[in-house]
């Protein structure tokens, strides 16, 4: 009997593993044939961004790992956990139809040109009692069990309003990275603290892998791909990309030469001031209300609020918004899935680039 489930590809077989040790078997023979792993750790729902990751893992190693998990540990007990979409069928469409174009650049000979070389040859999607063996996973700050904490960085920015969430990312990370023992693993910067946290851990760590980091996959309109943006509907998407253009103002100011927090953070809280001024002259049934929960000018690698850039170092803009349910539908708007009930917090980031 085999020890792999079978997922059909238009050229070849892409392993769906839900549980640790078929898959440890399968990674013990790539690594006596020299084959490098990048894993990309998503939470399914798979969009634009992830795909992105996944060919830049697939441009620097000869096999690419996908784990698909909502891991209940990184949700607070108040938040989405349970609303959070589940897309298990278009999640691997989606993989088998990359896999395939990755088999046909392969096949051009792309990847002699360092371009694409590996293949999408696993993904690992497994339960919370697999990732949770001993004790059921807690979202309580003061819960129970063997988690990995990363201080100060967790409690910062979005450590702020999401106190467990980092607890939650670091601990199943480093379980996937355990079971996994990846080459690289792969992270999209629109989640930069996450990217931060990561690398800490790995540091600290001691971890065996190479931390590399994707760009952020945007709409056409700048809006940051995010699985969550399913819940926003047209009138959310438009009034939300608020977001991305009051980073983008900002940057401005440090391209022109500005270095001073406030003479760099005034043009993104303009842009925000902006928009809820014009939103709450709306009539209900055309607004999509939204609260900021922070602008942020940090250092790139304490996180730290900084009050002039330094150049040599640069640093990162980023920012979350809360946008709140709708309260008056319009006949036949598109309004999300949901119905605009679901509140969605938006992040985005941008980096401010050392000079040299
Ligand atoms: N727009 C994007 N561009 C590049 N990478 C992304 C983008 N969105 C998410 N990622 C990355 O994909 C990986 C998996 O993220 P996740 O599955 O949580 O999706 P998400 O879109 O960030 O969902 P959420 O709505 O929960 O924030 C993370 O490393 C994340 O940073
Ligand atoms: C890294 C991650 C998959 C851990 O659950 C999650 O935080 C995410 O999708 O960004
Ligand atoms: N992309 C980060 C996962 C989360 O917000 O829960």
Redesign the pocket.
Known sequence: MSLFLHARSSTRAIHIFRTVPPLRTYRKQLLLSDRTVGL???????????L??VRLAAAENTDVFVSIYVNPTQFGVHEDLDS?PKTWESDMAMLEALDAELAQDKEAGEWREGKQRGRITAVFAPTTKTMYPTLPPSSEIAGEGSFVTITPLASRLEGASRPVFFRGVATVCMKLFNIVTPTRV??????VQ??VVIKRMVQDFHVDTEVRV?????EADGL??????VYLGERRKRVGVVLSRALMAAEEQYKKGKRGRGDILWQADDVVDQKKLEQDDLPPAKRALFEVDYISLADPDTLEEVEEVDEKRGAILSGAIKMKPLEELQEGEDCGLGGGAVPVRL?DNIVLKPKS
Do not use: C, E, W
Request: net charge positive.
């Open positions: 990309v750790p998503t939470m399914g729902a798979l969009h634009d961004g992830h992105s990751l959070y792969y992270f999209g910067q629109k989640d996450q990217t994707g760009p952020t996959k945007r940051a791909m995010s699985s969550r943006n992040i």
